[in-house]
């Protein structure tokens, strides 16, 4: 059974910074594609940063490039989401996604990814 689990979430001010995790099992992420998606309340879901299996391609909507990077520790089984000068239009659940699918578009948020985790929730509020 596969199961992703996020951490990290939490509040913070605007301009400070969070390091989301995600901790998986019944998978070896190794040939996954993996991802951060993020639901602010009112809006659609949007990818925020998706990284492909073997980690040559790397995505990041416009809103967040140079500000969010995405990383995996395959050893380690772990995806993460480093949020720096977080601004309050940041602010959602965030969605840690697996999929083992093929895929070889640049936009590698840009399809359904197959496993996904409860979410973690991130404010940005002074």
């Known amino acids: 059974q596969v199961q992703l689990v996020e951490s990290g979430g939490g509040l913070v001010q605007p301009g400070g910074s969070l390091r989301l995790s995600c901790a998986a099992s019944?998978?070896?992420?190794?040939?996954?594609?993996v991802g951060w998606l993020r639901q602010a309340p009112g809006k659609e879901r949007e990818g925020v940063s998706c990284?492909?299996?073997?980690?040559?391609?790397?995505y990041y909507a416009d809103s967040v490039n140079g500000r969010f990077t995405i990383s995996r520790d395959n050893a380690q089984n772990m995806v993460y989401l480093q949020m720096n000068n977080l601004k309050t239009e940041d602010p959602a659940v965030y969605y840690c996604?697996?999929?083992?699918?093929?895929?070889?578009?640049?936009?590698?948020?840009?399809?359904?990814?197959?496993?996904w985790g409860q979410g973690t929730q991130v404010t940005v509020s002074s």
């Open positions: 990284l492909s299996s073997s980690a040559g391609t790397t």
């Open positions: 019944g998978v070896t992420l190794d040939y996954y594609h």
């Open positions: 996604a697996a999929d083992g699918g093929y895929y070889s578009g640049s936009n590698v948020c840009g399809f359904e990814y197959e496993y």
